[in-house]
């Protein structure tokens, strides 16, 4: 009998609440509903306020010259050039510190991380304290720190510091020599990318030596020293025809050479300082988690402690250390934003600051930093997605 | 080999103590310093490093610093050192802005209540917890008037609010609401109701994509445009909302991480006892789940806190703001490091207590996991 | 005792002394965890040691291939004296192979290549021979299909036989075994110590801390009974499961015999 009345069942009002089925749909109706009354009274107010305050809308502005100047551009660019160029402009430089800081910070956090396992007291209690002291503090203030310190701490250029001759460190920046490529560069180019190819050639090469013969090569050695030695050949072989751009003082600031801002230096300083020691904490864990039966047991084997640590304890402890490792990447990036305070040009400061301040156009301003950053941080995190999903996979 | 034959009966040899250099002060340097070469020079190294640092910066920090000079000139002429006399001048008011002076007693009185607030949640031991609860969940609204004034209190607007007062105030609010709204939010992404799921990730995803500064921005700028026209909508109100929002989407991540933990049996069991969603959730499920994550919690807490720091690109008086507004004052000029570096000890000691906090509580879940 | 003579010149006994431990003693710390450990063990014979939980068993034997270092005394394996020089501990490794409680299988590598990975990289043994020997060992823990799997996907006795024919990869004169079953659910147990008997039948020379009484009278030239970091006694299976010599073993005994 009841599977007949189940067959035609029959609404009553109550089955919102009291039936599973019902209820489900009735709550997602209730949010749907809910959501679109909530998005269509935010544009339906922000319609209105645009009319009343005859502001019109689009992003047409974006080809309008910005009259502003970055010091500091990947591309060229001047006061004439347009918003939409500011923006690239900014995307770069936020690229720019994005990837230096990447690059720092997981030099630095890897040996932190290692150093604060080693069996050494003393090394392993300093890098506690420079854990604990840079992860502790806001990294604004750390970033403001180090400018305020090149800014005001450091002599002028006539009196700069020079740690190694050719380098010069003063409140207007760090100032290195810079390469000049004359006619003939392009041969070391080739020679480089060749050396490359080499050296993957001979990776696979030592691999197929190994598995046939047993012989085993120092590839990585071998790769290094011919992506090194290579390019070296074809520098002498093709005449020199790179020179290093030395810098002089001229007046009161430096001529030639490759100069870091300021605002640059405290930036990547402050970024690569306070995010390598999270990574530190990272590689500990990970290093950590995998069990000393495994370093028992390889060495049982007869396995030397190096080729433990690169056979059977980083390829465990890396599947641990990747995926917060990449958050923190992203984490990086995200705080590169904080470049605004001390007014190094990228992504907010340009399109989401002086751009946005000189058209008022805050709505279309704002959503095309948003966008950015959005598309950046989702596409990462689904390649991570994919990459968990597949070592999950093979693993079990 | 002085006593390799077989000195003492089986089963009567004494234990003795380790031969000399495995011992004590000598051994204990062998192994942990002077291990190898590698390490031996990693340790001279290390000394070497602390030498050039330490003596240059108690110098700076402590010997050559001046405390009670009236202006920066008066304190480069004295000695070499530090200037902390501007942070002592300035002290109230990096630590209340510009809260009146005579009502500044209401923001010592909330934050004593909040420290007594605060023992029932940090401490289970505490005596009376039950009660003393009670009091914890009502102080949000004590010190909501306390602060801003109101029940025959002198209103104070929030403009003046400023300095360590302000740290704390958005650290805590957001804290505090972010944690059921995070909740919700991992709850939500779980959900088998699609719609309610897809709305949960689009909002986390969004807010985990995106800096906070952005947010910020879109707070002091954007708004306007979001509300009827002509309605005023407090700058410190809009932060603490953006900061609430932004906060929950990382605690919903982290407790996300917490649920997965729990099996599936215990979902199962609970279903099988014949408990609703709710009461199978908050339960069984959510107070393990809560457990596992209270690390990730605090370390999202710790994140939020040093987070306030941002405010101050948007133009609220944190301490990061007023001490921009005294090196304004040419008496004091140039003196931003000493200013930052008080700052940083305030925020060390804060955020380090907190993670030392949650490593206790980690240490005592463990405990009580091994039964 | 009677390797008081053995001990003068242990090198030139290297033909048949397996292993040859002059007293050793050792300490965690200021715990005196080995005292005076005197023990030869021939080529070719069989070890069982056991005795009450944290006697220092697992010490003992982990000395035996420098896991742990002992502070005095001299522990000579297959003719090389173990010192701090990385060489002697290199070789001594190469010629030991240990078998743990917990069958420590690398996770992320298949059970082939589990197997293959110290062959190539200490004996720079050829892939293709590597897995071919890697094969055969498998086909002798009798579980030559389970190749291509990874450990976690094995059950704890197949994993322990993956340990043991992972040891084997290396061709080891002396296996020492720390409790090879005691991690085990009862019905994995036949099939690993079966696996072992085999192995003793080949004539390795085997340390086994193991309390697998069975296997002892089995296969065991020489049963040892370890207390408080000491060898109290030691017998032949026969003598001394029949005839125990002190109150300590004969409490033992009755323990674990009754359980
Ligand atoms: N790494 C170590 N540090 C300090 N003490 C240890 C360590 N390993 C073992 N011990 C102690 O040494 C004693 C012997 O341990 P072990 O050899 O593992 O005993 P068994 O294997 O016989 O159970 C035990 O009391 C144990 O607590
Ligand atoms: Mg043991």
Redesign the interface.
Same mark, same amino acid.
């Given at each position: 009998m009841s599977a007949i009345e189940y067959q035609a069942p029959s609404f009553k009002l109550e089955d919102l609440w009291t039936d599973r089925r019902w209820r489900a749909i009735f709550v997602q109706i209730l949010a749907l509903a809910g959501l679109f009354a909530f998005l269509a009274y935010i544009v339906n107010n922000t319609i209105n306020n645009l009319q009343t305050l005859g502001i019109e809308t689009g992003y047409g502005f974006l080809n309008d010259p910005s009259s502003y100047d970055i010091s500091q551009t990947l591309i060229d660019y001047d006061s004439r050039s347009t918003h939409g160029r500011a923006t690239i402009v900014g995307i770069l430089n936020t690229g720019l510190i994005a990837l230096c800081g990447i690059i720092t910070a997981t030099l630095l956090g890897f040996t932190v991380g290692v150093l604060r396992l080693s069996g050494n007291w003393l090394i392993s209690r300093m890098m506690y304290c420079y854990v604990e002291f840079t992860r502790n503090v806001p990294l604004l203030l750390q970033i403001l720190l180090w400018y305020a310190l090149v800014v005001h701490s450091l002599p002028r250029p006539k009196n700069a510091l020079e740690p190694l001759s050719g380098i010069f460190l003063s409140n207007r920046g760090l100032v290195l020599p810079g390469p000049e490529f004359g006619s003939g560069s392009w041969i070391i180019f080739i020679a480089l990318a060749v050396a490359v190819a080499g050296a993957i050639a001979f990776r696979r090469y030592a691999k197929r030596i190994q598995e046939t013969t047993g012989k085993i090569y120092p590839v990585i050695s071998i790769s290094l020293s011919i992506i090194v030695v290579l390019p070296l050949l074809a520098y002498f072989a093709a005449g020199q025809p790179v020179s290093l751009n030395w810098p002089a003082l001229s007046g009161f600031n430096f001529k030639g050479g490759l100069t870091l801002r300021p605002e640059f230096l405290a930036l990547w300083f402050a970024l690569t300082i306070y995010t390598a020691s999270f990574i530190s904490e990272i590689v500990r864990a990970g290093i950590q988690s995998v069990s000393h039966g495994q370093t028992e047991a390889s060495y049982a084997l007869g396995i030397r402690p190096n080729w433990t640590m690169r056979l059977v304890i980083l390829p465990q402890a890396l599947r641990v250390i990747l995926p917060p490792l990449i958050s923190q990447y992203l984490n990086l990036t995200k705080n590169s934003s904080l470049a605004i305070a001390v007014g190094y040009m990228d992504i907010v400061a340009t399109i989401g600051g002086i751009s946005l301040n000189q058209t008022g156009r805050a709505l279309e301003s704002m959503s095309i930093v948003l966008a950015i950053y959005l598309t950046f941080s989702l596409s990462i995190s689904m390649v991570m997605n994919w990459y968990n999903k597949r070592v999950a996979l093979v693993e079990r | 080999m002085t006593d390799a034959t077989q000195t003492h009966a089986p089963g009567t040899h004494p234990d003795l103590p380790p031969p000399l250099g495995n011992r004590g002060a000598i051994k204990w340097m062998r192994e942990n310093l002077f291990s190898s070469p590698t390490n031996t020079v990693l340790t001279l190294l290390g000394i070497y490093l602390i030498y050039l640092a330490i003596p240059p910066f108690l110098d700076w920090f402590i010997l050559n610093a001046v405390f009670d000079a009236g202006s920066r000139a008066e304190c480069w002429e004295r000695a070499s050192g530090a200037c902390w006399s501007v942070v002592i001048v300035r002290f109230d008011q990096l630590v209340y802005g510009f809260y009146p002076v005579e009502l500044r007693w209401r923001v010592d009185l909330s934050a004593v209540l909040l420290a007594v607030a605060l023992v029932p949640i940090l401490f289970d031991k505490a005596p009376y917890r039950r009660g003393w609860f009670v009091f914890s969940l009502i102080y949000p609204v004590i010190a909501f008037f306390l602060l801003w004034g109101g029940l025959g209190l002198e209103p104070v607007e929030s403009a003046k609010f400023g300095g360590i007062m302000l740290t704390v105030l958005i650290g805590v609010t957001g804290i505090v609401a972010s944690l059921p709204l995070g909740i919700v939010l991992a709850l939500g992404r779980r959900s088998e109701l699609l719609v309610l799921k897809v709305i949960s990730i689009c909002f986390i995803e969004f807010i985990r994509g995106v800096p906070l500064i952005t947010l910020l921005f879109v707070a002091s700028t954007l708004l306007n445009y979001f509300l009827p026209p002509g309605t005023y909508f407090d700058l410190l109100l809009r932060v603490l909302i953006m900061v609430t929002l932004f906060s929950a989407a990382y605690i919903a991540e982290v407790v996300r991480g917490g649920l997965q933990a729990i099996p599936r049996g215990q979902f199962e069991a609970a279903m099988a006892m014949g408990l609703s969603y709710w009461k199978m959730m908050g339960l069984v499920v959510l107070p393990q789940a809560l457990k596992i994550s209270i690390p990730g919690i605090v370390n999202t807490f710790i994140g939020l806190y040093k987070d306030t720091t941002l405010v101050v690109i948007i133009g609220l008086l944190d301490p990061l703001g007023l001490s921009q507004s005294i090196l304004a004052d040419s008496k004091w000029q140039g003196l931003s490091t000493e200013l930052y570096i008080f700052i940083a000890i305030f925020f060390f000691i804060s955020c380090f207590s907190m993670s030392r906090y949650s490593i206790y509580l980690e240490n005592k879940l463990h405990t009580g996991h091994k039964r | 005792?009677s390797e008081?003579a053995a001990?003068v010149m242990p090198q030139s006994q290297t033909d048949q002394v397996a292993v040859q431990m /002059?007293?050793v003693?050792k300490?965690y #710390? =200021?715990f005196?965890v080995l005292?005076?450990i005197?023990l030869s063990v021939d080529a070719g014979e069989r070890i069982v040691i056991c005795g009450p939980s944290g006697s220092g068993k697992s010490t003992l034997i982990r000395c035996i %291939?420098r896991?742990e270092e002992h502070?005095?005394?001299?522990i000579v394996v297959d003719g090389v004296e173990l010192t701090n020089d990385v060489r002697k501990i290199?070789s001594v490794?190469?010629e030991? #192979?240990?078998v743990?409680q917990?069958f %420590?299988? *690398?996770?992320?590598l298949t059970v082939l290549e589990n197997c293959t990975? !110290?062959p $190539?990289? /200490?004996?720079?043994?050829?892939? /293709? =021979? !590597?897995e071919e020997i890697a094969m055969t060992y498998l086909a002798r823990v009798k579980i030559p299909e389970q190749a291509t799997k *990874?450990p #976690?996907?094995l059950s704890g006795g197949q994993q322990q036989r993956v !340990?043991i024919a992972? +040891?084997l990869c290396?061709n080891p004169k002396i296996m020492l075994f720390d409790e090879p079953t005691s991690a085990l659910d009862p019905e994995m147990i036949s099939e690993v110590l079966d696996v072992m008997v085999g192995l003793a039948e080949s004539g390795m020379t085997m340390l086994c801390v193991t309390h697998e009484m069975g296997f002892a009278r089995k296969v065991a030239n020489r049963v040892i009974f370890m207390?408080?970091? =000491? $060898? $109290? =006694?030691q017998n032949n299976p026969e003598e001394f499961f029949n005839n125990p010599q +002190?109150d300590?073993t004969k409490l033992f005994l009755s323990q674990i015999l009754h359980n």
């Open positions: - | - | 005792m008081a001990h /002059v007293g003693h300490w #710390g =200021e005196h005292k005076d005197n %291939n896991l502070q005095r005394g001299q290199d490794r190469r030991v #192979g240990m743990f917990h %420590n299988l *690398f996770p992320h990975l !110290a $190539i990289w /200490v004996k720079k043994t050829p892939k /293709v =021979e !590597a *990874f #976690g996907q !340990a992972r +040891s290396m207390d408080g970091g =000491e $060898i $109290i =006694e +002190s300590r």
